[in-house]
């Protein structure tokens, strides 16, 4: 029988890249439905081209939650930079729950299992919750999104600043992440109740740097801030508060050399996806033209 396969997020930085991989490959999904679920309405009509499905949702709103998996057979579930995300996963979770739903790939974080940080072990609790409830799953742990150096770039500056110190930092591209998913929502039987931690390369920002310079032929450096900063920038850029100071915590502990997890690193890219991982220099030049043109302000 054909699946219907609801991307949560799908306006996201991996649920984007994963609606389209699954259009790409529709040719092999024998007539699967794949479904976009947006938050926001004036995105909703970014899919039209695409000529997919989508449905609006949100994970405070029960009833929506309820209309969108109508029908639903496997589900793409991510949540957002909140502690409300242990709210959001139990609503969706339960709907799902209600109306059969068979396979869930759930975006989680890295470290999730054994490391001191809340944001990291409330993914944990969304695992367990999910084999709780008996749902046929995988679970997706990647390490920091290589996406979070561009939203950093600015207008006029080559300076790229984060607060990691000159520590390494255990980088995956979201492209690669969505493969996985994408993988995993096409074939469940094949990816039927695995973790995957998702890590393809520990590199320190300075060499971050270098290697965009190199791409683009811009002159990037690396300026570090002070770890101590972070819970600051972070509550000012307006992140919820609880999750903000586990966030900055972290932050600080990887600076300081702790859990910057380089041994993480693994090929779990290549066996689940049969193509090589991105590493940053990959990335690099793959992106070098939305660097650009975000450096120029040309976006
Ligand atoms: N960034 C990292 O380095 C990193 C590393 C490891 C793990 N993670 C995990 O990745 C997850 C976030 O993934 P992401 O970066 O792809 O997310 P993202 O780009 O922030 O996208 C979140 C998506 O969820 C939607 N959304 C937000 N609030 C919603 C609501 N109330 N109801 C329904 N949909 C809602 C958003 O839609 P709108 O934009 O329209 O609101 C958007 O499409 C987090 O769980 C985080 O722990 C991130």
Same mark, same amino acid.
């Given at each position: 029988?054909?699946?219907?396969?609801?991307?949560?997020?799908?306006?996201?930085?991996?649920?984007?890249?994963?609606?389209?991989?699954?259009?790409?490959?529709?040719?092999?999904?024998?007539?699967? +439905?794949?479904? *976009?679920?947006?938050?926001?309405? /004036?995105?909703? =009509?970014?899919?039209?081209? #695409?000529?997919? @499905?989508t449905v609006l949702l949100d994970y405070?709103?029960?009833?929506?939650?309820?209309?969108?998996?109508?029908?639903?057979?496997?589900?793409?579930?991510?949540?957002?930079?909140?502690?409300?995300?242990?709210?959001?996963?139990?609503?969706?979770?339960?709907?799902?729950?209600?109306?059969?739903?068979?396979?869930?790939?759930?975006?989680?974080?890295?470290?999730?299992?054994?490391?001191?940080?809340?944001?990291?072990?409330?993914?944990?609790?969304?695992?367990?919750?999910?084999?709780?409830?008996?749902?046929?799953?995988?679970?997706?742990?990647?390490?920091?999104?290589?996406?979070?150096?561009?939203?950093?770039?600015?207008?006029?500056?080559?300076?790229?600043?984060?607060?990691?110190?000159?520590?390494?930092?255990?980088?995956?591209?979201?492209?690669?992440?969505?493969?996985? +998913?994408?993988? *995993?929502?096409?074939?469940?039987? /094949?990816?039927? =109740?695995?973790?995957?931690? #998702?890590?393809? @390369?520990?590199?320190?920002?300075?060499?971050?740097?270098?290697?965009?310079?190199?791409?683009?032929?811009?002159?990037?450096?690396?300026?570090?801030?002070?770890?101590?900063?972070?819970?600051?920038?972070?509550?000012?850029?307006?992140?919820?508060?609880?999750?903000?100071?586990?966030?900055?915590?972290?932050?600080?502990?990887?600076?300081?050399?702790?859990?910057?997890?380089?041994?993480?690193?693994?090929?779990?890219?290549?066996?689940?996806?049969?193509?090589?991982?991105?590493?940053?220099?990959?990335?690099?030049?793959?992106?070098?033209?939305?660097?650009?043109?975000?450096?120029?302000?040309?976006?």
């Open positions: 029988m054909a699946a219907r396969i609801l991307i949560t997020g799908a306006t996201g930085t991996v649920g984007r890249p994963l609606v389209q991989s699954l259009v790409q490959t529709r040719s092999r999904t024998h007539g699967d +439905a794949i479904v *976009a679920g947006i938050h926001t309405p /004036a995105k909703q =009509n970014q899919f039209d081209a #695409l000529g997919i @499905e405070a709103d029960p009833k929506s939650i309820r209309a969108a998996l109508a029908g639903v057979t496997r589900l793409f579930l991510v949540t957002g930079y909140s502690v409300d995300m242990l709210v959001h996963a139990k609503n969706v979770l339960d709907a799902a729950h209600a109306v059969h739903v068979e396979h869930v790939v759930h975006l989680g974080a890295a470290g999730s299992e054994s490391q001191p940080y809340p944001h990291l072990a409330w993914h944990a609790y969304v695992e367990s919750y999910i084999q709780t409830l008996g749902f046929s799953y995988t679970h997706l742990r990647p390490r920091t999104y290589m996406t979070n150096v561009l939203r950093g770039l600015r207008r006029g500056s080559t300076v790229i600043r984060q607060f990691f110190d000159n520590s390494a930092v255990t980088w995956i591209d979201p492209g690669d992440i969505a493969a996985v +998913a994408a993988a *995993a929502l096409l074939n469940p039987s /094949a990816h039927r =109740n695995a973790a995957y931690t #998702l890590a393809a @390369e520990a590199l320190p920002l300075s060499e971050v740097a270098s290697t965009l310079a190199r791409a683009t032929n811009i002159p990037f450096t690396y300026e570090p801030l002070d770890p101590a900063r972070a819970l600051e920038a972070l509550t000012k850029a307006g992140m919820e508060p609880v999750y903000c100071k586990s966030l900055a915590r972290h932050i600080n502990d990887v600076a300081l050399g702790v859990n910057s997890a380089v041994s993480d690193v693994n090929d779990t890219i290549e066996k689940v996806t049969g193509r090589p991982r991105a590493r940053w220099n990959d990335f690099a030049q793959r992106h070098r033209d939305t660097i650009r043109r975000i450096v120029n302000g040309e976006s």
